[in-house]
């Protein structure tokens, strides 16, 4: 995870498309600017990220089965839970589900655990939109491969 | 067996915390309930899952912004349940 950049997915460990299914990694740096604000001396991974964590690993899952023609924004988020704290060092295992494939429009379900442990959930709803230019395209295409390489590595 | 128009009336009344007496065919969903085109996703998203269909909600927005259509022809809400009837009538052909 680069929090400053919101890169929050490591890597990809299992993507099904078809039926809108990813499960994804993430490592909780030991070390980031972001914790010298939240909070100091008690630094926590802000609920805020763990929320776009789950939007993240959702987008790829939507990206994956809209074949990278249009781009998932996050619109709504709705029942998040946010169970435990999140402190440096820890490893996430994110998955993600789709739950309705609308036109114009997805939404899924994600959760976040760690140690097996349950530390966040929530239903996600995102507009699916045209890229608005080939920049962000190109971008996600190359941080996709990254991350999915990341797991075969 | 509820009919469509109060099946999505429903809908719109939970969603978008509308009182069910206020939800009556004639209203466009938009200009006279106030509803935004966020609040909309999840009214399409219950009546997606409701009626086990897919609304085509970007046709209909293609069409809007192409000048093709009227927004009254989609979202007043009588014409939205004749529209929706539409789709529940092609996925039963």
Redesign the interface.
């Known amino acids: 995870m680069l929090l400053e950049y919101f890169q929050m997915i490591d890597s990809i460990e299992d993507l099904d498309p078809d039926n809108g299914k990813v499960i994804a990694q993430a490592n909780v740096p030991m070390d980031s600017t972001v914790f010298e604000g939240h909070f100091p001396g008690s630094p926590l991974v802000p609920g805020v990220l763990l929320i776009e964590t789950m939007a993240q690993a959702s987008g790829f899952m939507l990206l994956s089965r809209l074949k990278f023609d249009r781009m998932p924004f996050l ?2 988020v709705t029942s998040a839970k946010l169970r435990t704290f999140v402190e440096p060092g820890a490893i996430l295992r994110i998955e993600a589900e789709l739950e ?6 997805a ?1 899924t379900r994600a959760q976040i655990l760690s140690d097996g442990k349950k530390i966040c959930d929530s239903e996600l ?1 995102f ?1 699916t939109m045209p890229f608005p230019n080939d920049a962000l395209k190109g971008h996600m295409l190359d941080r996709f491969n990254q991350i999915s390489q990341s797991s075969t590595e | 067996m509820a009919t469509t128009f109060e099946a999505i009336a429903k809908i719109i009344s939970e969603t978008s915390d509308i009182p069910l007496e206020e939800i009556t065919p004639e209203k466009n969903a938009f200009t006279d309930l106030g509803i935004d085109s966020l609040d909309f996703l999840d009214i399409a998203f219950a009546i997606d899952k409701q009626f086990g269909i897919k609304i085509p909600l970007e046709k209909w927005t293609e069409e809007l912004n192409e000048n093709n259509a009227l927004v009254d022809e989609y979202f007043v809400l009588g014409k939205l349940c004749e529209r929706v009837d539409e789709v529940i009538a092609a996925k039963d052909a």
């Open positions: 619109a709504n309705h494939d609308g036109s114009g429009f939404k709803m507009r």
